[in-house]
């Protein structure tokens, strides 16, 4: 296959969602992970995968192993996204987390959705800021209902000519200086977890205790903080689950509105009831 022949092969393949789920799950990353493509859309929205669990990529436990659950959050988001802005756009992986919730088995399941919404606020913040940081949800679930796990994602989208793309061309890693305005933006993503940990921790955390009765009072506190982190980790939307995290601590007055606000949780997500 000479070099013309192999490129018009990419092209067909990059231009239609059935060859490229068929190539994705042949891509060698993928297929030893055990991760299938399937059901990409025509007009590249939406994309389902499915996790073949095997001798291959299980773990000690018979269970789907970590590396391959994270992948399954990993694969199609950047990708779809790409596809959906256009061949002046680019997008990178920016950070990723992971929380394990249950044993994944055989036939566990995700689908990333990319709306069109999301596709108007990344070309509105590129316009407006040079970038968008674009943060991003993938639950995996097994067959029985019970969720495996919780992917969070920010994706670093960007024009293929901008400056920050030139920079890394060059190998540049240094960090970003913004010496002109931008639009301020609320913490989203993996930022708003972080802060919703840190409003639970402040409340409930060693610090919180103090006085006569800080003994008792930091072991209940212990207990309350150990419960809330337990049950907000299951909860895969990042500002469902800071307002979970903002009612609980408001509700055992450890908090005001005032000092959540302070610590950057969106006044829309804080509520007085």
């Not at 997008?91 to 994944?104: E, V």
């Not at 240094?174 to 409340?203: D, K, Q």
Request: proline share 5%; hydrophobic share 40%; aromatic share 6%.
């Amino acid at each position: 296959m000479n070099t013309r022949t192999a490129a018009l092969l990419v092209k067909r393949v990059l231009r239609s969602p059935r060859l490229f789920a068929a190539a994705m799950s042949a891509y060698p990353p993928l297929f030893a992970a055990g991760v299938r493509v399937r059901d990409i859309s025509d007009d590249w929205s939406s994309a389902h995968l499915i996790l073949k669990v095997n001798r291959l990529n299980n773990n000690a436990h018979g269970a789907a192993f970590g590396g391959s659950l994270f992948s399954m959050t990993d694969a199609m988001f950047g990708t779809l996204v790409m596809q959906r802005l256009g061949r002046e756009y680019e997008a990178w992986t920016r950070t990723g987390t992971f929380q394990y919730i249950n044993p994944g088995r055989n036939n566990a399941h995700a689908t990333v959705q990319i709306t069109d919404a999301m596709v108007e606020q990344i070309k509105r913040e590129i316009a407006s800021d040079g970038f968008c940081n674009i943060p991003y949800t993938t639950v995996i679930t097994n067959d029985d209902g019970s969720t495996v796990g919780i992917g969070q994602q920010e994706l670093h989208c960007r024009l293929r000519k901008s400056k920050s793309h030139r920079e890394q061309e060059r190998g540049s890693s240094s960090p970003r200086v913004v010496n002109r305005r931008i639009e301020p933006h609320e913490a989203r993503g993996i930022t708003l977890l972080s802060l919703a940990t840190a409003v639970a921790w402040r409340a409930f955390g060693p610090a919180s205790s103090s006085g006569e009765q800080h003994d008792a009072d930091a072991s209940h506190n212990a207990a309350t903080l150990t419960t809330l982190l337990s049950a907000a980790r299951r909860i895969p939307d990042p500002e469902d689950r800071a307002r979970y995290v903002v009612k609980k601590v408001l509700e055992e007055n450890a908090l005001t509105p005032q000092d959540i606000k302070e610590m950057g949780i969106p006044p829309r997500l804080i509520s007085n009831e």
